[in-house]
């Protein structure tokens, strides 16, 4: 079955290296690829970018892990050694997204560039790279006695939630290529967030974990990111038409 198959503890030759980080070196290699073929197409230079990506993984890589840690606080309290084993699972993609966003802001001011533009350019990179990434998921969503392609593990049916989100971020994948070229000053960027963040409040009802108020930490990170989106377009809408002021 795919739970088995995808499970961040199947390793590969008995080697160190498993299925869920094979799944993110290669979200991060689609990523560069996309990223430099957009930056050709909005006209930003390669050695700007590729700085600039070295810098946002790094820093995404160090929030998604903080953010994970945050939610899960106790437990990582309790045994502290496990806080930088990302290698054992455990990244947010708010978090993610969140370290990205503040390093593309410090970086567009300190060099002058449009942050909508270089928002743009990132936005197929971050759809396609996580699709890739959530194929070496091994998150189990809440029981349930029948589901669309449930996995029965043990005696037990669970929904199948890292596919779930693989194929609601394929399809914001083909919307967000689709208007590349037409959406500017970080309108792609946000038709990006808007979609993703209502797409994971509906997934993450099927979701195990801790819950406030009747939803989870996931769906409050969502709804966080949603009127960021939001924020960030009444943001980018005041500069100039051709985004260079944003």
Not at 212 to 239: P, R
Request: charged share 15%; proline share 2%; glycine share 10%.
């Amino acid at each position: 079955m795919l739970y088995y198959w995808l499970s961040r503890d199947v390793y590969l030759l008995r080697s160190p290296i498993n299925l869920y980080g094979v799944g993110v070196a290669l979200a991060v290699l689609l990523g560069y690829f996309l990223a430099v073929y957009m930056a050709k197409r909005r006209g930003i230079q390669a050695e700007l970018l590729e700085s600039f990506i070295l810098k946002a993984v790094v820093t995404g890589i160090v929030f998604a892990r903080l953010v994970f840690v945050l939610l899960d606080l106790d437990y990582y309290l309790g045994l502290p050694h496990q806080i930088p084993a990302i290698w054992r699972g455990g990244l947010s993609i708010h978090g993610a997204i969140l370290g990205g966003l503040i390093t593309a802001i410090i970086y567009c001011k300190n060099h002058k560039i449009s942050l909508g533009n270089l928002a743009d350019v990132m936005t197929p990179a971050l759809v396609f790279g996580e699709a890739i990434g959530r194929l070496g998921c091994d998150v189990v969503g809440r029981e349930t006695l029948s589901a669309p392609l449930a996995l029965q593990l043990g005696e037990h049916y669970h929904h199948n939630i890292p596919f779930y989100t693989f194929v609601v971020l394929m399809a914001i994948g083909a919307l967000v290529w689709k208007n590349k070229d037409h959406m500017v000053k970080g309108r792609l960027f946000t038709l990006y967030l808007i979609s993703y963040s209502i797409g994971r409040l509906g997934i993450d009802y099927f979701r195990e974990g801790a819950l406030l108020g009747g939803i989870t930490v996931a769906q409050v990170g969502s709804l966080f990111a949603l009127s960021m989106a939001i924020i960030f377009y009444i943001f980018i809408s005041k500069g100039n038409t051709d985004g260079t002021a944003v």
